[in-house]
């Protein structure tokens, strides 16, 4: 909590950095009281959202739902994506500008020609972008919001058929509803929830399994993300483990409130059901190292998936199929050095933002970032996640993975 704070505070001051460079800029513009205006309208929007956003982080209130989808989409895009770009863009003419004047020689007078009054005015490229650092920076947050909140509610049904070599002939054709990172919150409530609630009750799956990041981190989100849950239909089972974003106000009241409402999660624990007159052993491992209290980043390292694998391993049975519920994707490297057949994990958001689809923040953090890895009898569904902590993706739609399991033809 207190990084996305220091982050929150930062974004402040470089929001009144942009305003003031940007005032600058206006005052050496052609109608320089419009663009003053302009400026400083989109500026006081997104000083005041985001100290909005700031306050609800510090006494807890529910600032998403007063200032709605649209607001809290535009305070994410323009400061996490417009703000950087546009800050170093200035920086960069500046420099430039001024390596441009320390090597400037000044020039014999030259008649003016009247043929060529606009193109050869040595202000016009300058011109161009002192409006282009104007106008931009709005039009793009306003195209992005719109674009963003159509996305938002949109989520694909991804089929996979999935061959395991140690899967029971009785299980052939098992199915598996993977849901993961639904961020019950600001950006995933209302609609969207019924519209996922709907779309995995039509898969009638044998197993719904769920591989965190319920919620997005507010807590109060907490009975409308088990109400969501508890409507959710399956055949023969659901189970849940835990994700990152659950455990950001409090790793006890979370864990608490999901025994006390008898939710099936997981939490470095196994749960074994009969399908089929065939043992499955379902496993979901803890985000973070078994003692850990916070969920904080350097919980999530691959020390820490070791340290919970340790405590699932005598717990592991070989008579059973078994499944691995893990947020983070690390874990199939020691569920697969463990003999695990099926690791499920989410966490990545399919690398949220990717220029393609092997190209982004996915593979540039994540050994395993979308889809489906596999490791000599072992295999990983990684899911892109269903909802949204962040208000636009690129190359990574949002999804419910469909799984048919497949003994072997041998």
């Not at 050095?337 to 982004?360: A, C, K, R, V, Y």
């Amino acid at each position: 909590m207190s990084f996305i704070l220091i982050l929150i505070f930062l974004m402040l001051i470089l929001d009144l950095l942009w305003w003031w460079l940007s005032d600058r800029v206006a005052r050496m513009a052609r109608h320089r009281q419009v663009w003053r205006c302009i400026v400083w309208i989109f500026a006081i929007f997104q000083f005041a959202a985001l100290s909005g956003v700031l306050i609800s982080r510090i006494f807890s209130e529910r600032m998403d739902e007063i200032l709605g989808r649209f607001v809290i989409s535009a305070v994410f895009l323009w400061h996490f994506i417009g703000l950087p770009i546009f800050l170093i863009a200035m920086l960069v003419y500046g420099v430039r500008s001024a390596l441009a004047c320390r090597k400037t020689v000044t020039p014999e007078p030259v008649a003016p020609d009247p043929d060529t009054s606009v193109p050869n005015e040595p202000g016009l490229s300058r011109r161009n972008f002192l409006i282009a650092t104007l106008a931009v920076p709005p039009a793009f947050t306003l195209a992005a919001t719109g674009y963003s909140l159509h996305q938002q509610s949109e989520f694909r049904i991804r089929p996979f058929e999935l061959r395991l070599p140690r899967l029971p002939k009785s299980l052939d054709g098992l199915t598996i509803a993977h849901v993961s990172d639904t961020h019950v919150g600001g950006f995933t409530r209302g609609m969207v929830l019924e519209k996922i609630i709907e779309e995995t009750n039509k898969l009638n799956a044998d197993l719904v399994l769920f591989t965190g990041d319920l919620i997005n981190h507010a807590l109060a989100d907490l009975p409308h993300a088990v109400d969501m849950l508890l409507q959710v239909r399956y055949r023969e089972a659901m189970f849940l483990c835990e994700g990152n974003h659950d455990l950001i106000e409090s790793r006890f009241e979370f864990e608490r409130y999901a025994r006390d409402r008898r939710l099936p999660i997981l939490i470095n624990e196994s749960a074994t059901i009969s399908i089929r007159e065939q043992a499955i052993q379902l496993l979901g491992l803890r985000w973070g190292s078994p003692g850990a209290r916070s969920p904080r980043a350097r919980e999530h390292g691959d020390v820490m998936i070791a340290q919970s694998m340790n405590v699932l391993k005598p717990q592991l049975n070989p008579q059973a199929f078994q499944i691995l519920l893990a947020h983070h994707a690390h874990a199939f490297d020691p569920a697969a050095e463990n003999g695990i057949p099926l690791t499920l994990s989410g966490h990545t958001h399919g690398g949220q933002l990717m220029l393609t689809d092997n190209f982004g923040f996915g593979p540039a953090m994540y050994r395993y970032w979308s889809g489906l890895y596999e490791k000599n009898d072992s295999k990983l569904l990684v899911s892109n996640g269903v909802g949204n902590w962040f208000p636009l993706r690129i190359n990574a739609p949002a999804e419910i993975l469909h799984l048919t399991l497949r003994a072997s033809e041998t």
